[in-house]
């Protein structure tokens, strides 16, 4: 199945989730583990409309118009960042961004004195990345307004793992019963704690694999099936998600060598032959190209997915700036 | 600051080493205990208190705190408290020594323990016999582990020939590096850099085969996990001078404690799974354990209102180190003689300190305590420096009525 040819299942919202502020009875977005499948299944529904949207040539919604964004990122980021802001900008409101490396965070202020700050300014949401995991929901207790997590250390991404579920929707038209195998940097990624979660919940039998460096403690506790060896993690799986590894960690602290690295666990074209046929091919981004991925089977048309999850990426951010700003929007049912 | 006329506390609960509270009497001379028992009489002249039935305990003595911090400390019942070397100003001099054991005079006494090594970085040895002239009551490794088993082993034999405990961190640096939290279902759930429990099996391993190589007396100051209270078990059984202790965050919370990122929770050691706590409290109950202590270290918001892997470690754990080893008592797992040699007649014993029970001869440290009486902890309300407490809103039983250090009584 080409992706050109994808389509949405985007089944009938009745009688999935409860009407109004039900569906999603949270202020802030911190974390997918403990969310119900129907609230994670909410927040893929509602970005269904936004991924019609961002297709067309006028991709503007005002219903944020007058609302204050802020995009607090205490770690670097270029694509989540630049997708929150074409998110929020896309539904109307003002969005603003803060950098840590140019703001008083270097001159020795601390995180809840940055957060009372931004509260002050009266933003109607705020968006955070931090490099501590757990620091998203520290901040999320100070301030009024919701709170979208943008990564938290190696704690949770959630909006990563929501567009990863709605591209895998997108592709396979469910996401119960799929095969899914998640490979790399297990231990400190966030990506895949928030995508196991997302996963699992909505009915995917979900595989780990990583050298046991990489892999963290009781991962079965989170109702994975565990694996070192690549290939036999591959085997007839439906979705296969690499994960970035990080330079750091390739210098003989945790692997070797990159080319041993790629030796064992690198997807290739002929490890791709391991899992299905029609096996999707995901990468959260950046990639590095030739370690973890080959070029060939990240370009590999009608397989590979990875642009497409930078799509969805905005629609998902969309659907959850709207959801989590409709309480204080007074939208009919959210109270 | 001797007290003018004797003192006698009677109409009490006496404990006494190895037996059960009994009624009785007790009374004090200058600042000493001069007799204790059931018929005991006031003598003509002597001031009465009477206990009005409660418990006659033998004030606190609490190995291994952080900083002095007396109302807290006093709130506990604590009279006298070992003060680790991990200081603004390393206890690495013996001017520095000096210093802290006058520190809390007169109404507590601050018994400093000597840092090993030169600022405490596990490298070249301290002056530790000079520091003991200047009042070191034992020697301490810090919050740290000595790397270097060359080095430790130096240290433990020079401390061997000067009589002093050695008092060990026991987790193996290398292993733990960064962690904060102990490898597991937890850590893993909350994305925290996280360690294997057996650093402190692997830590203990070594420091109890180098005491038994040189001869010093070796003190775990934290023995979290079953292996590592196996290991302790097996040495004291071998006849080794090995003793353990633990602070009650590790008897009363496992780490699923941490799960919502809360920082009071951040400890080191971290705390351990559930079937680590269970094993600490079998190790309570069959003697492997010497010692209970606070521990207590008080943070403030800029130490602690952080992200987990960002704050601090350490609790404010003076006020609750009483009512929740009385809790062991009311649960059965020891009874309340044992409970008064692991608060105050060990740790006076490795401090070498005539203090910790109510033995003629000994100074008049003590507590009156109401072992029922309930009362509620609370962060916001504490005497301590500050409110870091893992306990915070928890119902506690056990409250201190009256505290004399050295017949003299402490406004409470």
Same mark, same amino acid.
């Given at each position: ?90 539904? *109307? &409101? #003002? !969005? +603003?961004? %803060?950098?840590?490396? $140019?703001?008083?965070?270097?001159? /020795? ?126 085997? *007839? &799986? #439906? !979705? +296969?998600? %690499?994960?970035?590894? $990080?330079?750091?960690?390739?210098? /003989? ?83 | ?412």
């Amino acid at each position: 199945m080409a992706l050109s040819s994808m389509t949405s299942s985007n089944p009938t919202a009745a009688g999935r989730y409860p009407a109004g502020s039900a569906a999603f009875a949270h202020r802030d977005l911190i974390a997918l583990a403990g969310l119900a499948p129907w609230e994670i299944l909410f927040l893929l529904d509602e970005a269904e409309q936004w991924v019609e949207l961002n297709r067309k040539p006028h991709k503007r919604d005002d219903r944020l118009a007058g609302l204050t964004i802020i995009n607090a990122f205490f770690e670097n980021s270029t694509r989540t960042l630049l997708s929150f802001e074409i998110a929020g900008k896309r539904l *109307g &409101a #003002d !969005v +603003v961004n %803060m950098h840590a490396a $140019q703001s008083s965070v270097k001159k /020795g202020e601390t995180l809840i004195d940055t957060a009372m700050t931004l509260n002050a300014m009266r933003a109607d949401a705020i968006v955070i990345r931090h490099q501590s995991s757990g620091a998203v929901g520290l901040i999320a207790d100070k301030v009024d307004c919701p709170v979208l997590n943008a990564g938290d250390g190696q704690h949770e991404h959630p909006t990563q793992g929501l567009l990863d579920a709605l591209t895998i929707r997108h592709a396979k038209g469910d996401i119960a019963g799929l095969k899914v195998t998640i490979c790399g940097d297990i231990l400190h990624s966030r990506v895949a704690r928030s995508n196991i979660h997302c996963l699992t919940t909505l009915g995917a039998e979900v595989r780990v694999c990583a050298p046991p460096a990489l892999m963290p403690a009781d991962i079965e506790a989170l109702k994975v099936s565990p694996f070192h060896d690549f290939n036999v993690a591959l085997d *007839g &799986a #439906d !979705v +296969v998600m %690499m994960l970035r590894l $990080q330079q750091e960690r390739m210098s /003989g602290q945790f692997i070797p060598s990159p080319r041993e690295y790629r030796h064992l666990y690198g997807l290739t074209l002929d490890r791709l032959a391991r899992a299905r046929p029609d096996a999707l091919v995901m990468h959260p981004g950046p990639m590095n190209r030739g370690i973890e991925i080959d070029s060939n089977v990240a370009d590999l048309a009608g397989r590979s997915a990875i642009t497409r999850q930078v799509e969805m990426g905005v629609a998902i951010r969309m659907a959850c700036l709207d959801v989590l700003t409709r309480r204080s929007r007074k939208v009919e049912g959210w109270t | 600051m001797k007290p003018l006329t004797p003192l006698t506390i009677v109409n009490g609960l006496l404990i006494l080493p190895g037996a059960a509270p009994a009624a009785g009497a007790v009374r004090c001379e200058s600042d000493r205990i001069a007799a204790v028992g059931a018929d005991l009489a006031p003598l003509p002249g002597d001031r009465v208190i009477d206990a009005q039935g409660a418990l006659i305990a033998p004030g606190l003595v609490d190995l291994g705190v952080f900083a002095i911090d007396k109302p807290a400390f006093h709130f506990g019942g604590i009279t006298r408290a070992a003060l680790m070397p991990d200081q603004g100003v390393v206890l690495d001099t013996p001017s520095a020594v000096r210093f802290a054991a006058q520190s809390g005079k007169p109404d507590l006494w601050v018994h400093p323990l000597a840092a090993a090594t030169k600022g405490l970085e596990g490298r070249e040895l301290a002056e530790l016999a000079l520091m003991r002239e200047a009042g070191a009551r034992a020697v301490a490794t810090g919050r740290r582990w000595i790397a270097d088993s060359g080095v430790m082993h130096r240290l433990m034999s020079y401390c061997a020939m000067l009589g002093l405990v050695v008092v060990a961190h026991a987790e193996d640096g290398a292993l733990t590096g960064s962690a904060v939290a102990t490898a597991g279902e937890m850590a893993t759930r909350l994305g925290l850099p996280s360690a294997p429990a057996e650093a402190e099996a692997l830590a203990a391993a070594r420091d109890i085969a180098l005491a038994e190589l040189t001869g010093a007396r070796l003190h775990l100051r934290q023995v979290t996990t079953a292996a590592a209270l196996d290991l302790v078990r097996k040495a004291k059984a071998r006849g080794a001078a090995v003793t353990a202790g633990i602070t009650p965050a590790h008897f009363m919370l496992s780490d699923m404690a941490i799960g919502d990122f809360r920082t009071f929770t951040r400890l080191s050691p971290p705390l351990r799974t559930e079937a680590d706590r269970r094993a600490v409290l079998a190790a309570l109950a069959d003697g492997t354990i010497d010692v209970v202590s606070s521990g207590h270290d008080p943070r403030g918001p800029e130490d602690k209102r952080l992200p987990f892997a960002d704050a601090e470690p350490g609790m404010a754990g003076a006020e609750t180190l009483l009512p929740l080893t009385l809790g062991l008592v009311r649960d059965g797992v020891i009874g309340m003689a044992r409970a008064f040699e692991l608060l105050a007649t060990n740790p006076a014993r490795l401090l070498n300190a005539d203090a910790g029970s109510l033995s003629p001869g000994c100074e008049a440290d003590i507590a009156l305590i109401d072992p029922e009486r309930p009362w509620m902890v609370d962060s916001a309300m504490m005497a301590a420096a500050a409110g870091n407490t893992p306990f915070d809103r928890q119902g506690v039983q056990g409250r201190v009525t009256a505290l004399f250090k050295g017949g003299v009584a402490i406004e409470l």
